[in-house]
């Protein structure tokens, strides 16, 4: 499947958006995601970190459309079920875990380390009351993005 340019995709969502404007389709949903992804090193930890900026239907709960998410996948040791999820001892050491949730609770965002299959990642997500303040999240997540707390960046998977 070829690449499409991001400037090709991006008109695509306008325009697709304009259409909806025009043409408005109760049962369609509208949505919208943006976001990057990071691998960093954290020591000899590769973790996995995506920023992403969220708009959403209504029904979420009080939490709105607009919202941003960061979460975080330090590599685990092998795939087990959840219930036996377990913590990066090397990153655990080093107090990491807490200091990567204070450091995001700084920022407005709220979550915590979930289980999974490859060991616990970070669920964290902020609302935002208008379209203003998730614009100006971008810098925020940028700025955030650069943080010391993800490590140095990853030359080798």
Excluded: C
């Excluded at 979460?71 to 999820?85: C, D, E, L």
């Excluded at 669920?123 to 208008?130: G, L, N, R, T, V």
């Amino acid at each position: 499947m070829p690449v499409i340019p991001a400037t090709r995709r991006l008109r695509a969502i306008e325009a697709l958006a304009r259409l909806f404007r025009r043409r408005p389709r109760p049962s369609w949903a509208h949505r919208a995601n943006f976001g990057t992804t990071l691998v960093r090193s954290i020591g000899r930890t590769k973790v996995t970190v995506s920023f992403a900026l969220h708009v959403v239907p209504p029904g979420g709960g009080s939490e709105g459309v607009f919202r941003s998410s960061v979460t975080v996948w330090p590599k685990g040791r092998r795939r087990k079920p959840s219930q036996y999820a377990t913590w990066n001892l090397e990153l655990l050491r080093l107090g990491w875990y807490r200091k990567s949730r204070r450091r995001l609770r700084a920022f407005g965002y709220r979550g915590k380390w979930r289980p999974s299959p490859w060991g616990y990642f970070g669920d964290f997500w902020k609302a935002h009351p208008s379209e203003a303040s998730l614009l100006a999240e971008v810098d925020r997540l940028e700025l955030l993005s650069r943080d010391e707390l993800w490590g140095r960046r990853r030359t080798s998977a």
